[in-house]
């Protein structure tokens, strides 16, 4: 075992350099109150900011006039007094509605920077917080409840705590802030934002000893340890909120019962989602049984955690059930793990993981970040906010899911493909590590044995761990295979572990055989014993590793020894043979001119639909350019348009997509009123039409910065616009506006927006002919963060551009090439792009080229590895040859192996919905997919139903059993459509909710007022 043990060894003391920032107070889990839903009733308060009048006037029209009429009611500016006015003057219940903004709390700064962290209100405790300050170092030692009640802003920009009496023994809510509900009020999280800028708080919301706490639409950012924290919290709801940017977690709970549902996070240097010391409520109940109906402590649904350095982590993270969630583009997928002395409720155990997606989780961090010294210094100066992730741990790149140290969990009815180094890793951590006696706990002793009377082992993990109906190497939105480097890891250690092999639940590879590794995850050893199967789960099972996990790992630190003597886990990583597609499809986007190719563009982007058109003209490219974040914030296309009427192409595109909204980019000159005019006889009504215009197009990017929640911007030139012409696709990816330059001067309303103070950081996109040293060095005067993406020329700017794209999560296996002169096309198509890929700008040929420099580049690590050409899927070029010749199509046919086809969207952005659930004798299947602005797309394809009758299709707001009203729009709009089957008996039905105040529960396919189909999304 010595082996084992050193391998436990070095996982622990890897984590313990930074086991400071998973120190807790001493803890009492709480009664259990159950997990609290949406309320559109009962009292509330409204949070607004100064210029949340101009951001609600963005917004779409039913959602537009409700934010309005909340505007009137606003009495409080930061979030964080309206939390004090419930506590001191409101009521149980009571809801804060927030109006859409940037939330700095400068109120909580102040308190921190002069009061050591006491409430502005109590100036006589400001000298006990200053003691507090100093007898606790920062961030080493937790501080107690009643320190922080007494000094709630020494770590936490926004404080909702609880239990208003810490001197008695209950850890229970018993004060106004019970059942308290926060929601923003806008289309999705990112309208209103709680953004800390690191600046000194370790966390966004702190949630201590809540009850009943409903968080809702909204997200938080650049936090040094949690972006939300809960902790001791009986009963709480995490609805459709986004944890992106922060130095490590996302959300964090710590002995809460917690349900996240329609989450997300991103570029977390842990992870996004940790269920850490879950409640031990399963301890002792041996293999979970869906027959007894097991009742969690915590769930995660509907998430999707993406281009963290973990998707989901949690030490101890017990009685956890994950479903339905999409973790894809971390280093590593999930991990739980036993490493930490003092977590309650250790050894972890009892955790389900089920349809689950766990792909593409390959992206090294370590090797693209910390080993080129991005990851020192102070947090405001380490590019998070461009997508920068430093590891605060180092894990195994290239795993979906890790146990390090777990029992009695189960992985089951999974999706694991195209995770280079493994779809699932096990590994046995010691009690020792965990300061902990090596003996079995009393619930391994009760079931160790086949009767009960066969001790552990030891090392008392890892046990009694269960893999089945998983399905490995199959990419289920593209229906090609992406095999994993194995499909399954384990060091060969404990007992009662299985990987079922036959009956029902079979765990099976779209590849064929399902594989196998030991420890040494990089080779898979066909010598090894079979790992055992679940219908022969054998009692006693441990054979002797033998190979050992280089011990150099031990060394990492993210800042002092990102690159470790001896650790492998970061090295380069090939894609795995038999990948598919062996090479990409290719696709030209050509018909008549910008105009007819942004409508291909549209086709591509949303091939199910948009809720918004944005129109632009195409004689302003610069004003296309800017329109590109706005649009895909609104979930919909960039459609230009030429002269003062509706283009009959660009009309039958709106009409396909089944928008029913509309924003018109530009000024009365740019976009004549006449196309309004259309678009009422389309049937778009006066609320429905919207125009963001300007003086000129500086004036018009202006416009669209102010109705933008970003805290950073781009800058390009506004009259030699070419040298950005790709960079819409990057802003569009992180909703970031684009303001326009003189070559020697800012215009007017450029600097407007910035002297408001709202934006903290620009990137000028463009050589110094195109936007002036000088006007560099004009906004270094103004902002502290200013830096120059800048090239050769246009097409070497576009790849650096590109290379820009990449670390803020944009998707390598899809390419599009625009041409170097046709600024308006690749505008329009940087909408499309964005979920779809990176952009360059090309010529007549690649041999020589920024495009060649590109594809044979390493995208998950900068040293080696598979090159972009290795995974290249999608090719798609925007425009005829006069604009992209002929020349690239015949490279990549002839150097790439690139085949004509249709290149059409199949990226993956949601997990599939299994249940859906078919009355009389309708058959089918649903599907839910998340776009990463949080828009949920639902597809309910019901089949065996009377050829050319007519259904209802409508998202309701409770699940298919519990509640059929359908779900509502927040001005009353009933979200539903009419669809006819077709001459075979089949409907679908595809909607997209992406305005409701509330999360869908459910969507129905409905006859006569009955119901022929439903499928839930919880």
Known sequence: ???????????????????????????????????????????????????????????????????????????????????????????????????????????????????????????????????????????????????????????????????????????????????????????????????????????????????GLYLSNFATQHFEFNGIYLIETSGATVDRVEGSFNHEYGFLSFVSFVRYQNCGGQANGDSAIYPGAS???????????????????????????????????????????????????????????????????????????????????????????????????????????????????????????????????????????????????QLWVPAELREQEPVPDAHLRDVCGPDGDQPCPPQETSHWNTYSGNRMAGNVAQGTTQPNGADFGWDLE???????????????SAAGEVTYSGIDTTIVQEDLPAFPGCREREATYSPVSTNALEAGCIEYDPSDNPDPAGCDWFDPLPA????????????????????????????????????????????????????????????????LTSGDRLDAGTAEEIERLGATSAVLVGDRESLSPRLAADLRRMGFGGDDIQRLGGSGPAGTAAEIASSMTATDAFVVARDDWRDAGTVGSVAALLERPILLSGRDSLPGPTGDVLARGDIEAVDVVGGSGAVSDGVVDDLSTRLDDVERIGGSDRYEISLNVARFALQAGADPTELWLAGGDDAATGAAGSAAAVDEGVMLLAGDGIGGTPTETWLNGTPNHPEGGATVADILEQVRILGDTSQVGSGVTRDLEDHYGASPGDARGDRSSGAPLWHARMHGE?????????????????????????????????????????????????????????????????????????????????????????????????
């Open 1 to 211: 075992m010595a082996v084992v043990l050193a391998i436990g060894v070095a996982l622990s003391t890897v984590i313990a350099g930074t086991a400071s920032a998973h120190d807790e107070r001493v803890v009492t889990e709480p009664e259990r109150t159950g997990y609290p839903d949406y309320r559109d009733t009962g009292p509330s308060v409204v949070v607004c900011k100064a210029n949340s009048a101009d951001l609600i006037r963005a917004l779409p029209a039913p959602v537009r006039e409700r934010n309005l009429g909340l505007l009137e009611r606003c009495r409080f500016n930061h979030i964080q007094q309206a939390v004090n006015w419930v506590e001191h003057e409101g009521e149980t219940g009571t809801r804060i509605q927030v109006l859409p903004g940037v939330y700095r709390e400068e109120p909580s700064r102040q308190a921190r920077a002069e009061r050591h962290g006491a409430p502005l209100d109590r100036p006589d405790l400001a000298e006990t917080c200053a003691r507090i300050a100093e007898d606790t170092d920062h961030g080493d030692e937790a501080l107690t409840y009643e320190e922080q009640l007494t000094c709630p802003h020494l770590e936490n920009l926004v404080a909702v705590l609880g239990d208003s009496s810490p001197e008695d023994d209950s850890v229970g809510c018993d004060s106004r802030l019970c059942d308290l509900q926060i929601e923003g009020t806008g289309t999705r999280p990112y309208d209103v934002v709680v953004d800390g800028e690191f600046d000194t708080f370790l966390n966004g919301l702190r949630a201590d000893r809540t009850s």
């Open 279 to 425: 409640p031990n409520v399963l301890a002792g109940s041996g293999l979970i049984s869906r027959q007894e109906q097991p009742e969690f402590s915590t769930e995660v649904r509907n998430c999707r955690s993406h281009h963290n350095a973990l998707g989901y982590s949690g030490t101890t993270g017990n009685s956890v059930h994950a479903y339905r969630n999409e973790f894809d583009h971390n280093s590593t997928g999930l991990a739980t793990d036993s490493l930490f002395p003092d977590h309650p409720g250790t050894p972890q155990n009892h955790a389900l993981w089920e349809e689950n997606l766990f792909h593409s989780n390959n992206v090294n961090y370590v090797a693209r970040h910390a080993q080129q010294g991005r990851c020192t210094g102070p947090l405001d100066e380490r590019d998070y906010e461009d997508g920068a992730v430093c590891p605060a741990v180092p894990l195994p790149v290239g795993t979906g899911l890790f146990i390090a140290g777990g029992n009695f969990n189960w992985v089951d009815g999974n999706d694991f493909y195209d995770n280079w180094r493994q779809g699932t890793y």
């Open 494 to 508: 404990g007992q009662g572990n299985c990987w079922a092999r036959s009956g029902d639940r079979a765990n099976t």
């Open 576 to 639: 795995p043979d038999g990948r598919q597609p062996a090479a990409p499809t290719l696709e030209r986007l050509a018909q008549g001119g910008p105009v007819g190719d942004s409508v291909l563009a549209s086709q591509e982007g949303y091939p199910t639909g948009a809720p918004t058109v944005v129109l632009a003209a195409a004689e302003e490219p610069a004003e296309a350019l800017a329109a590109a974040p706005l649009a895909h914030a609104r979930g919909g296309p960039v459609l």
């Open 922 to 1018: 309708a058959t089918g299947s649903a599907e839910v997919q998340r776009a990463v602005t949080g828009a949920t797309t639902l597809r309910l394809r019901a089949s065996g139903l009377d050829p050319g009758e007519t259904y209802t299709a409508t998202v309701q707001r409770r699940s298919c059993d519990a509640d059929s009203r359908p779900l509502t729009f927040d001005g009353g709009e009933e979200l539903g459509a009419e669809v006819t089957a077709d001459a075979h008996g089949v409907a679908i039905a595809d909607r997209t909710v992406y305005s409701s105040a509330e999360a869908p529960g459910s969507v129905a396919l409905r006859h006569g007022g009955s119901r022929v189909a439903c499928a839930d999304l919880g």
